[in-house]
């Protein structure tokens, strides 16, 4: 076993060059995680509530954004954003930011189908008791619908940001340097470890995606508290 | 709503028409002070990330320091792969390829080359001692390379009933070898050399047969710019003319290198 190859390079996948070259490694990782997820949530909510509206021009982009997305591999999104970004902006995007906004592209779908989900999923005597009640359409959403639902997506929207947090890994295609670049990387120097750094790469993806989980379930906890004293 | 939809039209198919202004390539990097180039980051010793310094370093990166310190810029490089090499060029991400890409007349239709820089040949790394001793032996078999590679496409001509599998880099597709997933890796022997003795016991292993096909290595730089491709020939004659070439060269494939690979080819010099 050549676990002093890992120990060695452990540096380089926790944050690549830096401070001498750009970042890189598992906090590229993480940034683009991170970065992925607050993006995707805000578009995906957006996304999600249009795809719910009942006027046509706003619920058919919405549906044909989504199908679309949802009928791509995340693979190809990454890669034609990638070579697209230039003709749109005129100028090149850095290749990290051209693949956090391919990731939000991709996982916004997705959560504008869990919102979807939410929403319906809640008694129809919310909208309607709200409406009676004198709140117009956006208000009934904004202060009565979402929160309720939001709480109730916590649980597939954790799934879908640990899921975000490992597709990251898909941006080495376009030569972003996070964890598992780096690993390829150390691997062709040294290529006699390839399974200890492969495991060491694993573990560090699964304790970032622990602590999602770990943090969600907390948030989870803390709400329902904090509803349970409001009733 | 309508005038929205309109306006959104228009910037859309606008931004599709303008595409970024064509100057020469040269006024463009030095305006910008870096020469982007686009080298591979997994291939000792070629290009790949260094163990001290973690920066990309290499022989191909050393010719490009070469090209950026006599256009008085200063050098970035960008990690490629054999499938994006192309595109990024074409696009503009980086204004020059240095990535083990061999001058081939079917890639002329996209982008240029310039004379070459490195002169090599298809040939196979097998275990040592194994049945496998030239490409014929390989029917039936299966064979390891990588994606979008000429090696990849030679090799199912020179023998059609092997299997190619391809890999994303040459080091992954040396550990399907090791573990016996493919009987032969091909591709450029000055790549085999250099994955032979990555390993800990390179004498377990052999480059065997002859050249399936040569392989010149040329740089890649976007069509019709001929004022940087003229730049960057003469500049390589230049540093061979000078000894510049040979000292690199020795560098990386010398003697006492862990890729020694004797010099036996002369460039290409207009006189």
Known sequence: MHWDVVWNNFDYFLWGAYPKGPLGGLAMSILMALGGIFGAFWLGLLIGVCRLSKRVWLRAPAMVYIEIIRGTPL???????????????????????????????????????????????????QME??????????????????????????????NQFVSLTKDTS???????????????????????APFEIFITVAALYFVV???LTELSRRLETKINRYQARGR | MKRLATALTAILVLAFLVSPAFAGKIEDIKKRGTLIAGVKDSQ?????????????VGFEIDIMKFLADKLGVKLDV?????????????????????????????REGQIDFSITYFMTGQRLLVKKGGPIKSVKDLASKKIGSVKGSTSEQNAKKAEPTATIVSFETYPEAFLALKQGKVEAVTTDEAILVGLKFSD??????????????PEPYGFGLVENDSKLRDFVNVSLMEMWESGEY??????????????????????????
Not at chain 1, 89 to 115: C, H
Not at chain 1, 132 to 158: D, E, K, R, W
Not at chain 1, 181 to 191: E, L, P
Request: hydrophobic share 45%; glycine share 6%.
């Open chain 1, 209 to 211: 995606c622990f602590v």
């Open chain 2, 78 to 106: 960008k990690a490629v792969t054999s499938s994006t090499r192309i595109p990024m060029l074409t696009q503009g991400e980086v204004d020059i390829v240095a990535a083990t890409m061999t001058h081939k007349k079917d």
């Open chain 1, 129 to 158: 008791a709200a409406r009676g009640s004198g709140l117009s359409h956006a208000q009934t959403m904004i202060h009565i619908i979402l929160p309720q639902a939001l709480f109730n997506m916590i649980p597939s929207f954790v």
């Open chain 2, 246 to 271: 040979k000292k690199v060269y020795d560098k990386w494939f010398g003697k006492d290198t862990k890729n020694y690979i004797p010099l036996t080819w002369t460039m290409e010099l207009w006189p």
């Open chain 2, 44 to 56: 000792p010793p070629f290009g790949y990330v260094d163990e001290k310094t973690n920066q990309i």
């Open chain 1, 170 to 192: 898909l941006a080495y295609i376009i030569g972003v340097s996070e964890l598992t670049k780096t690993a390829t990387q150390v691997n062709s120097r040294t290529m006699k």
């Open chain 2, 200 to 213: 800990e016991k390179p004498e377990a292993w052999d480059i065997v047969g002859d050249y399936i096909s």
């Open chain 1, 75 to 125: 693979l190809m999104v990454i890669f034609w954003f990638y070579f697209l970004a230039p003709v749109i902006m005129g100028k090149s995007l850095p290749d990290w930011q051209s693949a956090i906004i391919a990731l939000i592209v991709f996982t916004s779908a997705y959560i504008a189908e869990i919102v979807r989900a939410g929403v319906l999923s809640l008694p129809k005597g």
